[in-house]
Every structure is written in C-alpha cells, then in structure tokens.
C-alpha cells in the first residue's frame, strides 16, 4: 500500500489539490451568498388590521440595514381610468396644518431593520389621493363614488451606501359594494411584494421621482 502511494505521489497530490479547490470554492460561493444577502434591500408592504378599505397599510423593513422612505405611491384603477399620486406627505387637501414636529407631516424618512411603519389606513390613502387629483371634492369622503377596481402601493427607498433607489409594489383588488358606513372589501393581488427591477419599472420608477420631486 505504501508503495503504490509512493509511485503516485503526484497524482495523489493533484487530486488532493483539485479537491482543496473546490472546497475552497464552495466556502466562497457561501460567503458571497452571505454578502449579496446581506446587501440586498427588502421591503414587505402588507395589509393589517382587517380586510376591507379601513384596513392599515405596513411597510416593513425586511433588509439587513436600515432603509430611506424615499416617496410613496398609489395608483388607482377604475374600468377606464389609471391615476398615480404620490402620498408621502400627509393629506393637505382640506387645508389641515400639522405641526412641523415628530415627523408629523410626512411618511417620508429612515426605517430601521426589522422595523415597521403604518402609514395610514387605505380608505384614507386612496381619499388623499383622489382629492389632490381632483377626482371627487374636497370634503367628500365615500371612495365608492370612484368605482375602484383596484390599487397599487408603491415604495420607493434608498438603500445602501450609494444610496441607490429601489422600488417596490403590492396590488390590491378592491371587492364588493358598500353600504351606509360600511366599508369596501381589499385583498392582496398577491402573496409577496413585487421587487420594481426590470428595465420598464426601473423607467416609469424614474418618471415617478423626477416629478414628484
């Protein structure tokens, strides 16, 4: 036995060699697996609270360090219409002033890991939304005047040392009809929020910032 090793000693050690590599390999594929997790941002926006429109809108931190609010969106879908607005800030159609303190005016700003943010119920995102778009008046509050069939939240964040922006998006479906002060039955159109990354959302994500900034 001893000999047979001695007469294919090289051989040995090539494959001793190889097998180190691809040990080393391995261990390296797992380290850059750890570090590309690590660096990549996510960001759930869920529905808490119940499953109609008085329902709350989470956004939660999901990413290994901590994220930059950057803009919030809704888009609302009827039959024949589509209307994107930006609620960032809170809802100044009615003329209300906030006070200028704790954040109180906007839902813009940093959001730590594992952390999450209520931004409000959706009944009142899509009010804000259709009062500044001028689609129902100022002092209406019944959504169902809009004939909604669904809704989009969009979040635009800033992640990382470069900060680069990131955009994120859950559909909702709107169901049912409302009576009296009852209100419209929502539901996620999906089971996870969709990660804005190819080249069509990456375009409309960039027409989004440049005019709501």
């Given amino acids: ?33 750890s570090f590309r997790r690590q660096r990549r941002s996510r960001l759930l926006i869920n529905q808490a609270y119940g499953n109609d429109t008085s329902s709350i809108c989470l956004l939660s931190n999901m990413s290994h360090e901590p994220i930059y609010i950057q803009l919030l969106l809704i888009t609302l879908r009827t039959h024949d219409n589509e209307t994107t607005c930006s609620v960032t800030d809170l809802d100044r159609s009615r003329g209300d002033h906030a006070e200028v303190a704790g954040h109180t005016v906007t839902r813009q700003g940093p959001l730590n890991s594992g952390q999450s943010m209520a931004t409000g119920t959706f009944n009142n995102l899509v009010l804000q939304a259709a009062r500044e778009n001028r689609l129902i008046d100022a002092t209406c509050d019944d959504i169902t005047e809009l004939g909604l069939e669904s809704i989009s939240m969009t979040a635009i964040i800033n992640y990382g040392p470069d900060g680069q922006a990131i955009g994120f998006e859950r559909d909702f479906i709107i169901q049912g009809e409302a009576d009296d002060d009852d209100y419209l039955r929502i539901r996620p159109r999906t089971v996870a929020t969709n990660r804005l990354k190819d080249r069509r959302s990456q375009r409309r994500m960039s027409r989004w910032i440049q005019r709501m900034n």
């Fill in 1 to 33: 036995m001893w000999s047979w090793i001695m007469e294919n000693a090289r051989g040995l050690s090539a494959v001793g060699t190889f097998l180190t590599l691809l040990v080393w390999l391995f261990y390296a594929q797992l380290l850059l697996y």
